[in-house]
Protein backbone atom coordinates (compact mmCIF):
# COMPACT_ATOMS: atom_id res chain seq x y z
CA UNK A 1 0.00 0.00 0.00
CA UNK A 2 1.41 3.17 -1.18
CA UNK A 3 0.34 6.71 -1.55
CA UNK A 4 -0.20 6.30 -5.29
CA UNK A 5 -2.86 3.05 -4.57
CA UNK A 6 -5.08 5.01 -2.25
CA UNK A 7 -8.23 6.16 -4.13
CA UNK A 8 -9.07 9.82 -3.97
CA UNK A 9 -8.51 11.60 -0.18
CA UNK A 10 -5.87 14.14 -2.43
CA UNK A 11 -6.02 16.62 0.71
CA UNK A 12 -4.80 13.68 3.26
CA UNK A 13 -1.97 12.39 1.24
CA UNK A 14 -0.46 15.74 0.52
CA UNK A 15 -0.62 16.74 3.78
CA UNK A 16 0.63 13.66 5.10
CA UNK A 17 3.25 13.92 2.94
CA UNK A 18 4.65 17.44 3.40
CA UNK A 19 4.83 16.23 7.37
CA UNK A 20 7.54 13.73 6.23
CA UNK A 21 9.72 15.75 3.88
CA UNK A 22 9.21 18.97 5.94
CA UNK A 23 10.00 17.03 9.33
CA UNK A 24 7.15 18.45 11.09
CA UNK A 25 6.23 14.80 12.23
CA UNK A 26 4.06 14.57 14.78
CA UNK A 27 4.09 12.16 17.96
CA UNK A 28 0.01 11.32 16.69
CA UNK A 29 -2.74 11.22 14.56
CA UNK A 30 -6.04 10.62 14.39
CA UNK A 31 -7.31 9.64 10.95
CA UNK A 32 -11.15 10.57 10.98
CA UNK A 33 -13.89 10.81 8.20
CA UNK A 34 -16.62 7.64 7.18
CA UNK A 35 -15.76 4.67 7.29
CA UNK A 36 -14.87 2.76 4.19
CA UNK A 37 -12.92 5.42 2.96
CA UNK A 38 -9.36 4.64 3.17
CA UNK A 39 -8.01 5.66 6.80
CA UNK A 40 -6.68 2.29 7.22
CA UNK A 41 -4.91 2.49 3.75
CA UNK A 42 -3.27 5.83 3.97
CA UNK A 43 -2.19 4.56 7.82
CA UNK A 44 0.19 2.00 5.95
CA UNK A 45 0.99 4.67 3.30
CA UNK A 46 2.49 6.79 5.13
CA UNK A 47 3.86 3.59 7.38
CA UNK A 48 5.55 2.65 4.10
CA UNK A 49 6.88 6.32 3.88
CA UNK A 50 8.27 6.57 6.54
CA UNK A 51 10.33 3.06 6.44
CA UNK A 52 10.37 3.25 2.89
CA UNK A 53 14.41 2.32 2.34
CA UNK A 54 14.07 3.77 -1.66
CA UNK A 55 11.34 6.66 -1.69
CA UNK A 56 11.21 8.53 -4.40
CA UNK A 57 8.67 11.29 -5.79
CA UNK A 58 7.00 11.59 -2.54
CA UNK A 59 5.82 8.05 -2.32
CA UNK A 60 7.40 4.60 -0.85
CA UNK A 61 8.70 1.69 -3.25
CA UNK A 62 6.75 -0.55 -2.40
CA UNK A 63 9.38 -3.45 -2.90
CA UNK A 64 11.69 -3.04 -0.59
CA UNK A 65 12.06 -5.30 2.31
CA UNK A 66 10.21 -2.94 5.03
CA UNK A 67 7.65 -1.88 1.99
CA UNK A 68 7.36 -5.59 1.83
CA UNK A 69 6.58 -6.86 5.23
CA UNK A 70 4.21 -3.92 5.72
CA UNK A 71 2.32 -5.04 2.75
CA UNK A 72 2.18 -8.42 5.11
CA UNK A 73 1.61 -6.82 7.88
CA UNK A 74 4.26 -8.47 9.62
CA UNK A 75 6.98 -5.45 9.79
CA UNK A 76 8.41 -5.44 13.34
CA UNK A 77 8.37 -2.19 14.00
CA UNK A 78 4.22 -2.00 13.05
CA UNK A 79 1.75 -2.34 15.88
CA UNK A 80 -1.50 -2.77 15.02
CA UNK A 81 -4.69 -3.40 17.63
CA UNK A 82 -8.36 -3.81 16.02
CA UNK A 83 -11.86 -3.91 17.23
CA UNK A 84 -12.06 -8.25 17.64
CA UNK A 85 -15.01 -10.46 18.81
CA UNK A 86 -15.44 -11.54 22.29
CA UNK A 87 -12.96 -14.26 22.94
CA UNK A 88 -12.56 -16.72 25.48
CA UNK A 89 -9.16 -17.41 25.41
CA UNK A 90 -5.83 -15.65 24.68
CA UNK A 91 -5.72 -18.37 21.42
CA UNK A 92 -8.81 -17.26 20.42
CA UNK A 93 -8.66 -13.40 20.52
CA UNK A 94 -5.10 -14.31 18.80
CA UNK A 95 -7.41 -16.21 16.34
CA UNK A 96 -9.91 -13.48 15.59
CA UNK A 97 -7.07 -10.44 15.38
CA UNK A 98 -5.55 -12.22 12.72
CA UNK A 99 -8.97 -12.88 10.75
CA UNK A 100 -9.09 -9.64 10.69
CA UNK A 101 -5.43 -8.64 9.74
CA UNK A 102 -5.86 -11.30 7.01
CA UNK A 103 -9.27 -9.65 5.71
CA UNK A 104 -7.24 -6.22 5.88
CA UNK A 105 -4.72 -7.57 4.08
CA UNK A 106 -6.35 -8.67 1.27
CA UNK A 107 -8.77 -5.84 0.83
CA UNK A 108 -7.28 -2.76 2.61
CA UNK A 109 -10.66 -1.31 2.33
CA UNK A 110 -12.96 -4.07 3.89
CA UNK A 111 -15.15 -3.08 6.51
CA UNK A 112 -14.11 -4.74 9.89
CA UNK A 113 -17.00 -5.89 11.45
CA UNK A 114 -18.87 -9.23 12.89
CA UNK A 115 -22.06 -10.95 14.31
CA UNK A 116 -21.76 -9.62 17.60
CA UNK A 117 -19.75 -6.74 19.04
CA UNK A 118 -16.65 -5.80 18.80
CA UNK A 119 -14.23 -4.38 21.00
CA UNK A 120 -10.42 -3.34 21.23
CA UNK A 121 -9.41 -5.41 24.09
CA UNK A 122 -7.75 -4.33 26.88
CA UNK A 123 -5.21 -6.68 26.61
CA UNK A 124 -4.24 -5.32 23.11
CA UNK A 125 -2.84 -1.77 24.52
CA UNK A 126 -1.50 -3.97 27.66
CA UNK A 127 0.57 -5.95 25.05
CA UNK A 128 1.22 -2.93 22.64
CA UNK A 129 3.22 -0.94 25.62
CA UNK A 130 5.16 -3.98 26.79
CA UNK A 131 6.28 -3.67 22.36
CA UNK A 132 6.42 -0.02 22.81
CA UNK A 133 8.73 -0.26 25.92
CA UNK A 134 11.54 -1.74 23.96
CA UNK A 135 14.18 0.17 22.01
CA UNK A 136 12.98 2.12 19.42
CA UNK A 137 14.42 1.36 15.47
CA UNK A 138 17.68 2.69 14.88
CA UNK A 139 16.08 4.15 11.20
CA UNK A 140 12.63 4.41 10.18
CA UNK A 141 9.90 5.00 12.68
CA UNK A 142 7.95 2.33 15.06
CA UNK A 143 4.60 3.05 13.97
CA UNK A 144 1.66 2.13 15.93
CA UNK A 145 -2.46 2.10 14.39
CA UNK A 146 -5.67 1.89 16.36
CA UNK A 147 -8.15 1.25 13.72
CA UNK A 148 -11.55 2.22 14.94
CA UNK A 149 -10.28 3.79 18.57
CA UNK A 150 -13.77 4.52 19.18
CA UNK A 151 -14.44 0.74 19.75
CA UNK A 152 -11.80 0.59 22.64
CA UNK A 153 -12.97 0.79 26.10
CA UNK A 154 -12.39 3.38 28.85
CA UNK A 155 -9.68 1.31 30.87
CA UNK A 156 -7.52 1.01 28.10
CA UNK A 157 -8.57 4.30 26.88
CA UNK A 158 -6.85 5.43 29.61
CA UNK A 159 -3.94 3.46 29.39
CA UNK A 160 -3.18 4.63 25.81
CA UNK A 161 -3.80 8.43 26.94
CA UNK A 162 -0.35 7.94 29.03
CA UNK A 163 1.14 6.58 26.11
CA UNK A 164 0.63 9.46 23.78
CA UNK A 165 1.23 12.19 26.52
CA UNK A 166 4.64 10.07 26.80
CA UNK A 167 5.68 9.14 23.37
CA UNK A 168 8.30 6.81 23.25
CA UNK A 169 10.83 8.24 20.82
CA UNK A 170 11.04 7.20 16.99
CA UNK A 171 7.24 6.13 17.14
CA UNK A 172 4.09 7.61 15.46
CA UNK A 173 1.13 6.50 16.69
CA UNK A 174 -2.10 6.71 14.49
CA UNK A 175 -5.63 6.97 15.52
CA UNK A 176 -8.42 6.12 13.22
CA UNK A 177 -12.24 6.20 13.45
CA UNK A 178 -15.68 7.38 11.70
CA UNK A 179 -16.68 8.14 15.14
CA UNK A 180 -13.99 10.94 16.74
CA UNK A 181 -17.42 12.31 19.17
CA UNK A 182 -16.58 8.51 21.14
CA UNK A 183 -12.97 9.40 21.80
CA UNK A 184 -11.62 11.12 24.98
CA UNK A 185 -11.36 14.75 24.25
CA UNK A 186 -7.98 14.36 26.17
CA UNK A 187 -7.02 12.07 23.47
CA UNK A 188 -8.17 14.12 20.53
CA UNK A 189 -6.53 17.42 21.20
CA UNK A 190 -3.05 15.56 21.49
CA UNK A 191 -3.16 14.40 17.38
CA UNK A 192 -2.90 16.11 14.46
CA UNK A 193 -6.43 15.82 12.94
CA UNK A 194 -6.50 14.59 9.18
CA UNK A 195 -9.79 14.53 8.31
CA UNK A 196 -10.77 11.79 5.04
CA UNK A 197 -13.57 12.79 3.10
CA UNK A 198 -16.29 10.44 1.37
CA UNK A 199 -15.17 9.20 -2.31
CA UNK A 200 -16.73 10.14 -5.74
CA UNK A 201 -18.91 7.86 -7.01
CA UNK A 202 -16.97 7.18 -10.24
CA UNK A 203 -13.95 6.46 -8.31
CA UNK A 204 -15.77 3.63 -6.14
CA UNK A 205 -16.84 2.46 -9.62
CA UNK A 206 -13.80 1.89 -10.77
CA UNK A 207 -12.03 0.51 -8.30
CA UNK A 208 -14.85 -1.79 -8.32
CA UNK A 209 -14.51 -2.90 -11.93
CA UNK A 210 -10.56 -2.58 -12.13
CA UNK A 211 -9.04 -3.81 -8.73
CA UNK A 212 -12.28 -5.71 -7.66
CA UNK A 213 -13.34 -7.21 -10.91
CA UNK A 214 -16.41 -6.66 -10.82
CA UNK A 215 -18.84 -6.44 -13.72
CA UNK A 216 -20.23 -2.90 -15.14
CA UNK A 217 -23.52 -2.90 -14.09
CA UNK A 218 -23.08 -4.41 -10.50
CA UNK A 219 -19.91 -1.99 -10.03
CA UNK A 220 -22.50 0.95 -10.87
CA UNK A 221 -25.24 -0.57 -8.58
CA UNK A 222 -23.11 -0.54 -6.08
CA UNK A 223 -21.11 2.57 -6.19
CA UNK A 224 -24.36 4.32 -6.05
CA UNK A 225 -25.58 2.63 -3.33
CA UNK A 226 -22.46 3.13 -1.60
CA UNK A 227 -23.14 6.53 -0.28
CA UNK A 228 -19.38 7.27 -0.85
CA UNK A 229 -17.75 4.64 1.15
CA UNK A 230 -16.02 2.57 -0.94
CA UNK A 231 -16.05 -0.22 2.05
CA UNK A 232 -19.79 -0.39 2.36
CA UNK A 233 -19.47 -1.10 -1.32
CA UNK A 234 -17.69 -4.07 -0.97
CA UNK A 235 -19.37 -5.07 1.53
CA UNK A 236 -22.62 -4.90 -0.07
CA UNK A 237 -20.54 -7.10 -2.55
CA UNK A 238 -20.19 -9.69 -0.18
CA UNK A 239 -24.17 -9.92 -0.30
CA UNK A 240 -23.99 -11.91 -3.56
CA UNK A 241 -26.88 -12.62 -4.81
CA UNK A 242 -28.16 -9.59 -2.95
CA UNK A 243 -30.41 -11.22 -0.80
CA UNK A 244 -30.22 -8.36 2.32
CA UNK A 245 -30.90 -6.06 -0.40
CA UNK A 246 -34.04 -8.02 -1.14
CA UNK A 247 -34.94 -8.49 1.97
CA UNK A 248 -34.22 -4.46 2.91
CA UNK A 249 -36.98 -3.60 -0.20
CA UNK A 250 -39.31 -6.13 0.90
CA UNK A 251 -39.92 -5.04 4.56
CA UNK A 252 -39.70 -1.35 3.42
CA UNK A 253 -42.31 -1.94 1.16
CA UNK A 254 -44.42 -3.75 3.40
CA UNK A 255 -44.16 -0.56 5.37
CA UNK A 256 -46.37 1.58 3.15
CA UNK A 257 -49.28 -1.43 2.83
CA UNK A 258 -51.86 -1.77 4.70
CA UNK A 259 -51.76 -4.63 6.67
CA UNK A 260 -48.50 -2.80 7.77
CA UNK A 261 -48.32 -4.10 11.07
CA UNK A 262 -48.70 -7.58 10.26
CA UNK A 263 -45.64 -7.43 7.17
CA UNK A 264 -43.36 -5.48 10.13
CA UNK A 265 -44.05 -8.57 12.78
CA UNK A 266 -43.47 -11.38 9.52
CA UNK A 267 -40.06 -8.79 9.23
CA UNK A 268 -38.65 -10.88 11.59
CA UNK A 269 -38.25 -14.14 10.23
CA UNK A 270 -36.41 -12.64 7.12
CA UNK A 271 -34.28 -10.14 8.71
CA UNK A 272 -30.63 -11.34 9.78
CA UNK A 273 -31.47 -10.49 13.52
CA UNK A 274 -28.39 -12.93 15.04
CA UNK A 275 -25.47 -11.20 12.81
CA UNK A 276 -25.20 -7.02 13.79
CA UNK A 277 -23.22 -6.81 10.65
CA UNK A 278 -26.00 -7.79 7.88
CA UNK A 279 -28.72 -5.69 10.05
CA UNK A 280 -26.48 -2.56 9.73
CA UNK A 281 -26.11 -3.33 6.15
CA UNK A 282 -30.08 -3.89 5.81
CA UNK A 283 -30.78 -0.85 8.20
CA UNK A 284 -28.31 1.31 5.98
CA UNK A 285 -30.06 0.48 2.92
CA UNK A 286 -33.72 1.22 4.51
CA UNK A 287 -31.96 4.98 5.24
CA UNK A 288 -31.10 5.43 1.31
CA UNK A 289 -34.69 3.98 0.54
CA UNK A 290 -36.51 6.50 2.70
CA UNK A 291 -33.80 9.45 1.39
CA UNK A 292 -34.69 8.48 -2.22
CA UNK A 293 -38.41 8.76 -1.48
CA UNK A 294 -38.36 12.14 0.20
CA UNK A 295 -36.51 13.46 -2.98
CA UNK A 296 -39.03 12.69 -5.11
CA UNK A 297 -41.71 13.73 -2.75
CA UNK A 298 -39.99 17.09 -3.30
CA UNK A 299 -40.60 16.78 -6.98
CA UNK A 300 -36.81 15.62 -7.60
CA UNK A 301 -35.83 13.61 -11.04
CA UNK A 302 -35.81 10.26 -10.98
CA UNK A 303 -32.59 10.06 -11.94
CA UNK A 304 -31.38 11.57 -8.72
CA UNK A 305 -32.24 8.51 -6.97
CA UNK A 306 -29.86 6.36 -5.52
CA UNK A 307 -32.06 3.10 -5.49
CA UNK A 308 -31.56 2.84 -9.20
CA UNK A 309 -32.88 -0.68 -9.40
CA UNK A 310 -35.96 0.34 -7.20
CA UNK A 311 -36.71 3.83 -9.11
CA UNK A 312 -39.96 2.90 -10.52
CA UNK A 313 -41.36 1.31 -7.12
CA UNK A 314 -40.43 4.63 -5.40
CA UNK A 315 -42.18 6.75 -7.71
CA UNK A 316 -45.23 4.79 -6.91
CA UNK A 317 -44.86 5.03 -3.34
CA UNK A 318 -43.74 8.83 -4.01
CA UNK A 319 -47.15 9.24 -5.78
CA UNK A 320 -49.04 8.63 -2.31
CA UNK A 321 -49.82 10.67 0.19
CA UNK A 322 -47.53 10.95 3.56
CA UNK A 323 -46.66 13.15 5.69
CA UNK A 324 -43.54 14.98 4.37
CA UNK A 325 -42.12 16.52 7.87
CA UNK A 326 -42.45 12.61 8.84
CA UNK A 327 -39.98 11.44 6.09
CA UNK A 328 -37.52 13.93 6.75
CA UNK A 329 -36.89 12.36 10.34
CA UNK A 330 -37.05 8.71 9.14
CA UNK A 331 -33.12 8.54 7.94
CA UNK A 332 -31.74 9.62 11.35
CA UNK A 333 -34.40 7.80 13.06
CA UNK A 334 -32.81 4.47 11.56
CA UNK A 335 -29.35 5.78 12.34
CA UNK A 336 -30.18 6.07 16.17
CA UNK A 337 -31.66 1.81 15.63
CA UNK A 338 -27.91 0.94 14.56
CA UNK A 339 -26.43 2.64 17.37
CA UNK A 340 -29.10 0.79 20.00
CA UNK A 341 -28.06 -2.60 18.39
CA UNK A 342 -24.61 -1.86 18.32
CA UNK A 343 -24.93 -0.75 22.33
CA UNK A 344 -26.52 -4.69 22.45
CA UNK A 345 -30.32 -3.64 22.19
CA UNK A 346 -32.26 -6.44 21.50
CA UNK A 347 -32.06 -6.17 17.85
CA UNK A 348 -35.97 -7.30 16.81
CA UNK A 349 -37.41 -4.97 19.62
CA UNK A 350 -35.17 -2.05 18.62
CA UNK A 351 -36.15 -2.83 14.51
CA UNK A 352 -40.11 -3.66 15.20
CA UNK A 353 -40.56 -0.16 17.68
CA UNK A 354 -38.89 1.72 14.96
CA UNK A 355 -40.61 0.46 11.79
CA UNK A 356 -43.99 0.85 13.91
CA UNK A 357 -43.41 3.94 14.77
CA UNK A 358 -42.33 5.14 11.03
CA UNK A 359 -45.29 3.80 9.91
CA UNK A 360 -47.61 6.08 12.28
CA UNK A 361 -46.05 8.85 11.24
CA UNK A 362 -45.97 8.69 7.89
CA UNK A 363 -49.74 7.75 8.13
CA UNK A 364 -51.95 10.68 6.77
ZN1 LIG B 1 10.22 0.70 -0.10
Redesign the pocket.
Known amino acids: MNFKSLVGQENAKKILVQTVDRDHLPNSFLFFGPEGVGKWAAALALT?YLN???RTNGD?????P??RQIQKLQFPNLHIAVPTPPSKSEKEESENYWEILNAKIAEPYSLIGGKRQMSIPVAAVRHMKRSLSQKPPVDGKRVVIIEQMDRMLTASADALLKLIEEPPSRTVIIITSSRPEKILPTIISRCRRIRFSHLNEASIRSYLTDRADMGEKKSALLARLSGGSLGRALYMAEDENLQDREIAKLVFKGIFQADAAEVIAEASDLLPLNDRFRLNRVISQWQTLFRDLMLLQSGADAEKVINIDFASELERLAGRNMKREALVKIPAQLGAVIEDIDLNVEPSTAIGAALIDIQKKLAV
Open positions: ACRDSCGKCPC
